[in-house]
């Protein structure tokens, strides 16, 4: 199994999310493994290089998935890995 790139700390979900995933009958587990292993989703390029250099400098990281259902979630890790939050973009 791949070896996590940072820590996680408290996982948080905003109501918004949670109704989404609820929605489209699916769990936010496996967009966190795909966030926490470098797998940014449906960020553009200049994102996905912010967040290779986020994991080395310990800044924010942003990830962006569609959901089965065609709903954008984001996954924003905090600088100081202290928490990792799932919401919907209009949420942020």
Known sequence: MAQSLF????????PGA????KTSNETAIPYLQRHV???????????????????KDGTRILS????????????????DRSATTVLLPDEY
Do not use: F, H, P
């Open 7 to 14: 820590r996680l700390g408290r996982l948080l979900a905003t």
């Open 18 to 21: 949670l109704d989404a995933l």
């Open 37 to 55: 292993l470098g797998d940014w989703g449906e960020v553009d390029a200049e994102d996905q290089a912010a967040n290779n250099c986020s994991v």
């Open 64 to 79: 962006a998935y569609l959901l089965k259902s065609g709903v954008k979630i984001w996954i924003i890790t905090e600088a």
